[in-house]
């Protein structure tokens, strides 16, 4: 069975939406646009390097999609570009009907299923990279194996955010973590079974505790 692995930029406050650019994605006046750029160093290059060096096929949103095919086909002499250019790219849309970045397949039939299939052969990882979009189909049907959050020390207050209604409600494991020289928090996360709830409340509730209860109930 082959993994679904997100990479994912978020803010403090969690968004997620255009991290690389002006252009990326303008949906409600977002006006934030490349906010990841100026904490780029070099331990984010050598994560980013250090999980990029393996084989993967990619799997992206529509938008995301439109972002890379007009970007890395023009990027010569450059190890990430060599390798998604080279790669199989499955794309989730229901509106595009022909690519021509090299190795497209189009995932618009009923994508959920065709994910699961992708998910059920044999063959190497797939990396999803930003498609916010597409991302909260994914943890919605609970189809993600593990997640690479990289925390940004900023807020911007709105936009389109990682863990947005209709996530199915879980633990995470921690399996890795580093932190950049400019205070980016980088994580690998896994899922870990199901919430599990407690209590730190008297065993025996008090009378004012009660009345508090009746208050909220």
Not at 17 to 23: I, S
Not at 75 to 101: G, H, M, R
Not at 119 to 142: M, P, R, W, Y
Not at 145 to 163: Q, R, S, T, Y
Request: with cysteine.
């Amino acid at each position: 069975m082959r993994k679904i692995i997100t990479n994912t930029f978020v803010t403090l406050d969690g968004i997620i939406q255009a991290p690389g650019g002006p252009e990326e994605d303008r949906t409600g006046g977002f006006e934030f646009g490349g906010w990841s750029f100026h904490y780029w160093d070099d331990v984010m290059g050598q994560v980013m390097g250090e999980g990029m060096s393996k084989p993967y096929d990619l799997l992206l949103g529509r938008k995301t999609y439109d972002i890379f095919a007009a970007h890395w086909p023009f990027i010569e002499n450059d190890p990430t570009a060599d390798q998604f250019n080279a790669c199989n790219k499955y794309v989730a849309t229901q509106t595009l009907k022909d690519a021509s970045w090299q190795n497209t397949v189009l995932l618009n039939g009923n994508t959920v299923e065709q994910v699961k299939a992708l998910k059920a052969d044999e063959g190497i990882d797939l990396q999803v990279h930003g498609s916010c979009d597409f991302i909260q189909t994914l943890l919605s049907h609970n189809l993600i194996d593990e997640m690479n959050i990289w925390i940004f020390p900023l807020v911007i207050g709105h936009g389109k955010k990682l863990f947005a209604n209709g996530t199915v409600p879980s633990n995470l494991k921690l399996t890795k973590h580093a932190i950049s020289g400019t205070g980016v928090i980088i994580t690998t996360y896994v899922p870990d079974g199901k919430i599990k709830t407690g209590s730190f409340a008297l065993q025996e509730p008090n009378e004012l505790e009660m009345k508090r209860r009746e208050g909220i109930s």
